[in-house]
């Protein structure tokens, strides 16, 4: 993952839900922080959310997904 810090990801979760934003930083763990995060209910969902810093946990990714 560290040569994604810096670069925007989308993450998807189990259930459906995505998370879009700015890798800054992982643990061992694989926790996320993002900057810039906004959440969709789902890809096809155009509503987002504007979360500004989020910290996913890492258990909670389903996939993750470059862009």
Not at 44 to 54: F, I, N, S, T
């Amino acid at each position: 993952l560290d040569k994604f810090k810096g670069k925007k990801l989308v993450v998807r979760f189990q259930g459906g839900r995505e998370l879009s934003g700015v890798l800054m930083s992982y643990d061992g763990g694989f926790n996320l922080i993002f900057s810039d995060a906004v959440e969709k209910e789902s890809s096809r969902c155009r509503e987002e959310r504007k979360l500004g810093v989020a910290i996913v946990r890492g258990a909670l990714v389903k996939i993750k997904i470059c862009r």
